[in-house]
């Protein structure tokens, strides 16, 4: 059984504590945010789960082996690197933090501890991406778009132009 916290019950936070509940081989041990109205939400929902305001319990507690962190982005890199410091492995939404040497700095903690770091795999292409590219599959000879009409897709971040 692996303990998790999820830090973070804002935008996205509420789906993970959704989903780390309906794990079998995971208990969901703390919900930790600083607004304690969200927490009430918990509360209601979750009886079973602690709530705090204070992410250094949720690093003190033993049973939790894992936290799943999901605040903004310009938050990542602090509390990841205190969560991989006080031994615990580490699930980071999308970003890793907000600069390339913060997270290589991240996973560079993480394996000199034998953590794991981990994030969630890229969404699949959005369905206007994937509308674009078939289009153009049909029509490879068709005449380029003109610089004026063409767009980067923002929908999935390929990045693809169309």
């Not at 969200?38 to 082996?65: N, S």
């Not at 996973?107 to 292409?125: D, F, K, N, Q």
Request: overall charge positive.
């Amino acid at each position: 059984m692996i303990g998790i916290a999820v830090v973070g019950y804002g935008y996205w936070g509420p789906n993970l504590v959704r989903n780390f509940w309906d794990v079998p081989d995971a208990q969901l041990i703390w919900v930790c945010d600083l607004e304690t109205e969200r927490l009430a939400g918990v509360r209601r929902r979750y009886p079973a789960v602690e709530i705090t305001e204070d992410f250094d319990l949720v690093l003190h507690d033993r049973r939790v082996d894992a936290v799943a962190i999901a605040t903004p982005v310009n938050t990542h890199y602090a509390l990841a690197m205190r969560a991989l410091r006080a031994g615990k492995s580490v699930f980071l939404e999308k970003p890793l933090a907000s600069s390339a040497e913060q997270a290589e700095r991240l996973i560079e903690e993480a394996e000199r501890r034998g953590l794991v770091l981990a994030r969630p795999p890229r969404r699949p292409r959005a369905r206007r991406c994937r509308w674009m590219q078939r289009r153009h599959n049909r029509r490879p000879h068709a005449p380029p778009p003109q610089p004026s009409d063409r767009r980067r897709c923002r929908l999935c971040g390929c990045g693809r132009w169309f």
